[in-house]
C-alpha cells in the first residue's frame, strides 16, 4: 500500500510540474513556445512520460485553464468580502476580473481564447468553472432585482471579457479604463431605472 500512495504522490508531482511548466512558458513566450517537445526538455522527462499524464497540448491547456478558474474563482470571492452595497462588491468584483486578467494573461488566454474541450453549462463542466461562475453570479444575483440573475451574469461576464480582449488589443482609448468600469457597474446596479 504505501508503494502504491508513494507512486500516486510521484504521478501527482510530475503532473503538477507539467502544468506548472506549461504555465511559466506560456506566460513568458506565448502558447506557440509550449509544445510537447519542449516542456520534455524543461522539466527533463521524455514525451512518452508526458503523454502518460496528458494525451496533448490541448489537455495541458486545459489543465492551465481549470488552475486559472479557481484563481479567479479565489480572487472574485475574495473581492466580495468587503463591505458595502451590491453596487461595491460588483464593482470590487470587476477590478479583481480585470486585475486577473491582466497578471495572467497566458492563463487566462487558456481559460477564454484558445481551443478547448472544457464547457460551462454542461453536464461534464469542471468544478473549478462552476465556482468561477457561481463567485461572479453572487455578486450579480446581489443587484439582479427581479431579473433572472443567471441570465445577467452570463452577460456582465461577456462585457468583463469585452473589455479585456480589446484592451489587450488595443482597441480601446488609453486613460478611461476606471469610465468603463464605472459605466459598466452602474449599468448593472443602478435600481433606480425602469426594466424592461
Not at 486545459?62 to 468580502?81: N, P, T, Y
Not at 431579473?147 to 488595443?170: M, Y
Amino acid at each position: 500500500m504505501a508503494i502504491d500512495d508513494r507512486r500516486e504522490r510521484e504521478r501527482a508531482a510530475r503532473r503538477r510540474l507539467i502544468v506548472t511548466t506549461a504555465r511559466t512558458l506560456a506566460e513568458a513566450e506565448g502558447w506557440d513556445a509550449v509544445t510537447t517537445r519542449r516542456l520534455s526538455s524543461e522539466i527533463e522527462y521524455s514525451q512518452p512520460v508526458l503523454y502518460k499524464h496528458f494525451a496533448g497540448m490541448e489537455q495541458i491547456a486545459d489543465a492551465v485553464a481549470i488552475e486559472g478558474f479557481d484563481e479567479l474563482a479565489k480572487a472574485v470571492d475574495a473581492a466580495q468580502s468587503g463591505s458595502g452595497s451590491g453596487g461595491d462588491a460588483l464593482g470590487r468584483i470587476t477590478h479583481a476580473y480585470l486585475d486577473f486578467a491582466r497578471d495572467n494573461p497566458a492563463v487566462y488566454d487558456a481559460m477564454f481564447t484558445r481551443a478547448t474541450g472544457l464547457r460551462f453549462a454542461a453536464d461534464d463542466t469542471p468544478p473549478q468553472l462552476e465556482e468561477a461562475f457561481a463567485a461572479v453570479r453572487q455578486a450579480v444575483a446581489a443587484v439582479a432585482d427581479e431579473r433572472d440573475a443567471d441570465t445577467l451574469t452570463e452577460v456582465f461576464w461577456a462585457a468583463l471579457h469585452g473589455l479585456v480582449t480589446l484592451t489587450r488589443a488595443g482597441r480601446l482609448r488609453a486613460g478611461h479604463d476606471s469610465d468603463r468600469v464605472r459605466l459598466l457597474v452602474n449599468e448593472f446596479a443602478d435600481r433606480s431605472r425602469p426594466r424592461r
